[in-house]
Nanobody, 127 residues
Framework: QVQLVESGGGLVQAGGSLRLSCVPS????????MGWFRQAPGKEREFVAA????????YYGDSGKGRFTISRDNANNTVYLQMNNLKPEDTAVYYC????????????????????WGQGTQVTVSS
């Protein structure tokens, strides 16, 4: 089984920044890409950002464009989400997903395009 561990969430004031990290571990697996989604209470899981492993192509949802940056550390197989100028509406549980199989690029935007998920990390932005 593959485990994903997210970290870096917390409470921050509006306008502040946070950097989320996600580290996969477990049985041998291939990584084709990783992504971040978020889910606020009473809402569906929303795509935030993703990165393709073979060429570092990045994808962003509308909510984070211009404020969030996804990146990865090849050596540690870790993905990061740098979030700047945070807003109260960014408050949610943020989940990391991993794509362990090749799939069409459009599925980066969908939760079904990921094979493994972390437990999530809470981000709370106060006004």
């Amino acid at each position: 089984q593959v485990q994903l561990v997210e970290s870096g969430g917390g409470l921050v004031q509006a306008g502040g920044s946070l950097r989320l990290s996600c580290v996969p571990s477990g049985r041998t697996f291939s990584t084709y890409g990783m992504g971040w989604f978020r889910q606020a209470p009473g809402k569906e899981r929303e795509f935030v950002a993703a990165i393709k492993w073979n060429d570092d192509t990045t994808y962003y949802g509308d909510s984070g464009k211009g404020r969030f940056t996804i990146s990865r550390d090849n050596a540690n197989n870790t993905v990061y989400l740098q979030m700047n100028n945070l807003k109260p509406e960014d408050t949610a549980v943020y989940y990391c997903g991993l794509r362990a199989r090749p799939k069409y690029n459009g599925s980066y935007y969908r939760a079904g395009g990921y094979d493994y998920w972390g437990q999530g990390t809470q981000v709370t932005v106060s006004s």
